[in-house]
T-cell receptor
């Protein structure tokens, strides 16, 4: 069982380009999340999805979009990348326990540099 | 709204010394509390969590944390650290939602263990 995989591992991108970060989980978790990690700011939630077909905005959603066509995949798209989106991006997922969710499991991350 | 404060950005200690990493939170509802650890160039891994019941929770590698509702704290402790404990530690608070969970992370504390 792989858990959560993310691709690419790292990417250097020119400003203005479109980029999709991929995230796949094999744990059949209902909820998935995207975070960005920046030095001194910890992790901040970008978007989330509590089940396939639904998505919601987190703390810092501007400039990002997501989709959840099925249970396993949760891609994050930067429509027109800007340098302030340089960051490390983590995908996470959580399942159900007694009707509520608790633990989130994280992928290995994607390091994105926008020049 | 929920928030998490980790006052110490970096904590240097010598091997076999005790350590305490501080975490305070604010929330108007019942919460779940978590400590995650991030080793260099890796994703976050769950270290321990408080959901309900006993206020003292332990991890398999000797860390423990105590939920103190009156002081709104969830400090992480270890009586004797190893070099391998060098990592960044994140405290997080989650609300008790059904179906999905939003986590709010602190800014992290870097634990540096030297010989």
């Amino acid at each position: 069982i792989a858990g959560i995989t993310q691709a690419p591992t790292s990417q250097i991108l020119a400003a203005g380009r479109r980029m999709t970060l991929r995230c796949t989980q094999d744990m059949r978790h209902n909820a998935m999340y995207w975070y960005r990690q920046d030095l001194g700011l910890g992790l901040r939630l970008i978007h989330y999805s509590n089940t396939a077909g639904t998505t919601g905005k987190g703390e810092v959603p501007d400039g990002y979009s997501v989709s959840r066509a099925n249970t396993d995949d949760f891609p994050l798209t930067l429509a027109s990348a800007v340098p302030s989106q340089t960051s490390v991006y983590f995908c996470a997922s959580s399942g159900l326990a007694g009707g509520t969710t608790d633990t989130q499991y994280f992928g290995p991350g994607t390091r994105l540099t926008v020049l | 709204a929920q928030s998490v404060t980790q006052l110490d950005s970096q904590v240097p200690v010598f091997e076999e010394a005790p350590v305490e990493l501080r975490c305070n939170y604010s929330s108007s509802v019942s919460v779940y509390l978590f400590w995650y650890v991030q080793y260099p160039n890796q994703g976050l891994q769950l270290l321990l969590k408080y959901l309900s019941g006993s206020t003292l929770v332990e991890s398999i590698n000797g860390f423990e944390a105590e939920f103190n509702k009156s002081q709104t704290s969830f400090h992480l402790r270890k009586p004797s650290v190893h070099i391998s404990d060098t990592a960044e530690y994140f405290c997080a608070v989650g609300s008790r939602n059904t179906g999905f969970q939003k986590l709010v992370f602190g800014t992290g504390t870097r634990l540096l263990v030297s010989p």
